[in-house]
Nanobody, 126 residues
Framework: QVQLVESGGGLVQTGGSLRLSCAGS????????MGWFRQAPGKERAFVAN????????RYSDSVKGRFTISRDNAKNTVYLQMTSLKPEDTAVYYC???????????????????WGQGTQVTVSS
């Protein structure tokens, strides 16, 4: 199994940027496809972005496409989410997750992920 710890959240103004990090420990990090999800108060957990084990394939939700970039460094056991042009509606707790499921278009589904971090709060002020 793998343990995941997110960091990098905080308070930022509309139009600002943040970079989230998710550090993994335990089983080989490169065994996993990785995803970022977010959950706003009163809403279900929603897909943000994911990436395959080697880092050459990625997908994004329509709401963040062109603004957010997922990347990973398997040598550092870390996946990143670079967020730019932030909007108030991006305010949420952001979670990273890991899955051994073969990378596919179905990996926007949170139930396909095996391991989750504790989350990091991102607040975008208007």
């Amino acid at each position: 199994q793998v343990q995941l710890v997110e960091s990098g959240g905080g308070l930022v103004q509309t139009g600002g940027s943040l970079r989230l990090s998710c550090a993994g420990s335990g089983r080989s990090f490169s065994d996993y496809a990785m995803g970022w999800f977010r959950q706003a108060p009163g809403k279900e957990r929603a897909f943000v972005a994911n990436m395959n084990w080697s880092g050459d394939r990625a997908r994004y939700s329509d709401s963040v496409k062109g603004r957010f970039t997922i990347s990973r460094d398997n040598a550092k056991n870390t996946v990143y989410l670079q967020m730019t042009s932030l909007k108030p509606e991006d305010t949420a707790v952001y979670y990273c997750a890991a899955t051994t499921t073969t990378y596919s278009g179905r990996l926007h589904l949170p139930e396909l992920y095996d391991y989750w971090g504790q989350g990091t709060q991102v607040t975008v002020s208007s």
